[in-house]
């Protein structure tokens, strides 16, 4: 704690107590405005350095999405570009192999299938009964 000489002498030179009070006062008041003006500037600083990332960081994305934009444009108007130019020649292609497989089926012969003889004209469950094992008769 202070000593009361001391308190007593710094008031006595400054005008007395309500001086002293008021002296300490204005001297807080003035620490007060230097903090203040020092957590602005450090603000400041800090919201400059925030804005420059926010924009720096926004335009870096929206050319890199412009750039990925364009190649893409690129990529599909080249494709549309070469499917025109090779449609025609692809369209021929498939026309001539179609007309060389119709000459192909009107030149073959048409041969007749076999008629079916009488051991396909038996009933179908004779050929679905197992045969006997041996030394067993067949069952009726």
């Known amino acids: 704690m202070w000593d009361f000489a001391e308190l007593?002498?710094?008031?006595?030179?400054?005008g007395g107590p309500a001086a002293l009070r008021a002296a300490y006062i204005d001297k807080g008041f003035q620490k007060a405005v230097q903090?203040?003006?020092q957590s602005l500037r450090q603000g400041r600083i800090?919201?400059?350095?925030?804005?420059?990332?926010?924009?720096?960081?926004?335009?870096?994305?929206?050319?890199?999405?412009?750039?990925y934009r364009d190649r893409t444009e690129a990529a599909?108007?080249?494709?549309?570009?070469?499917?025109?130019?090779?449609?025609?020649?692809?369209?021929?292609?498939?026309i001539a192999e179609a007309e060389a497989v119709i000459a192909t089926a009107e030149a073959a012969t048409v041969m007749?299938?076999?008629?079916?003889?009488?051991?396909a004209e038996s009933?179908?469950?004779?050929?679905?009964?197992?045969?006997?094992a041996a030394g067993e008769q067949p069952s009726a």
Not at 48 to 63: C, Y
Not at 76 to 94: F, L
Not at 112 to 119: H, L, S, V
């Open 35 to 37: 903090l203040a003006a």
């Open 8 to 14: 007593s002498e710094e008031a006595s030179k400054l």
């Open 123 to 132: 009933s179908p469950s004779a050929a679905v009964q197992p045969a006997p």
């Open 46 to 67: 800090q919201g400059f350095v925030g804005g420059v990332l926010a924009v720096g960081v926004s335009a870096a994305g929206w050319k890199a999405f412009k750039a």
């Open 76 to 94: 599909i108007s080249e494709a549309a570009a070469v499917t025109a130019d090779t449609a025609p020649a692809a369209e021929e292609a498939v």
């Open 112 to 119: 007749d299938e076999p008629e079916p003889g009488p051991a």
